[in-house]
């Protein structure tokens, strides 16, 4: 009886958790659509100031690109929380080649890895599975950006794919300073930063882990961090090669 008892009353505060989580999720959802109006506007509003006073004194100009600068970041914030908001409503029934769909985000990659200096290679078996093609494609293509963003010049970014068991691995390593060990568990928690200064001059929102990490739990798998075998980090992803959770 008081076993019984304990399951229910566990049971209760589960629900209530995710209740709680639902509620969450609805608010920035919300928060995130009322938002994307009024920032819209304000960029054309600005755009439109720069186009008509292109003539206008230095200090007049670098005032208005920061704006411009700020009111992308919020953008895309808003974007970010939007997709976080929407995830549950996304099919996730595609027949997803991984293979292909990793050489797809190295050939729309390439022009930013050219950039900043930056060797992508790639080790990708033909394995599949099921799930949302945009959501995998985006959750790969976050991993790959954030490699070649935060690597050195004369670096590299390797990409594999392989399927082990019952389940596919996707694999992003990269060159450069590395994640600290002691903040390996928190960067997937949305607006972490490892270095806020730096994060600020790459540009970002913070939320594109935390999107990586949603994407991989909704698709019944995990992701992780780990220092690299002599530099740098790799990112392991583990989803299930056939989901179950469609």
């Known amino acids: 009886q008081e076993f019984r008892q304990l399951s229910h009353a566990v049971n209760g505060m589960l629900d209530r958790l995710a209740h709680s989580f639902d509620l969450q999720r609805q608010f920035a959802g919300n928060a995130a659509h009322e938002l994307r109006t009024p920032l819209a506007l304000m960029q054309t509003k600005l755009e439109l100031f720069c186009e008509e006073h292109a003539d206008a004194d230095a200090e007049t100009m670098q005032m208005a690109a920061f704006q411009m ?3 992308d970041r919020l953008s895309a914030l808003v974007r970010t929380l939007l997709s976080m908001s929407n995830l549950q409503s996304v099919s996730r029934t595609d027949e997803i080649p991984l293979a292909p ?13 050219q950039e900043k200096q930056v060797t992508l290679r790639q080790n990708c078996e033909e ?3 099921v799930g949302s093609d945009a959501l995998i494609y985006r959750l790969l293509f976050n991993l790959i950006e954030n490699a070649i963003k935060y690597n050195k010049p004369g670096g590299t970014v390797f990409v594999s794919v392989k399927q082990a068991d019952e389940n596919v691995i996707l694999e992003v390593a990269a060159t450069g300073s590395g994640i600290p060990e002691d903040c390996m568990e928190h960067i997937f928690e949305p607006f972490f930063r490892v270095d806020k200064s730096r994060s600020r001059q790459m540009g970002g929102v913070g939320l594109g882990l935390a999107l990586v990490h949603e994407i991989a739990v909704l698709h019944g798998g995990s992701v992780r961090a780990e220092p690299g075998n002599k530099v740098g980090t790799v990112f ?7 989901d179950d959770h469609c």
Request: charged share 20%; glycine share 0%; aromatic share 4%.
């Open 236 to 242: 392991i992803v583990t989803l299930p090669a056939e």
């Open 101 to 113: 769909l990793a050489e797809e985000i190295l050939t729309d990659l390439a022009p930013f890895a």
């Open 69 to 71: 600068e700020q009111l």
């Open 127 to 129: 394995v599949s599975m």
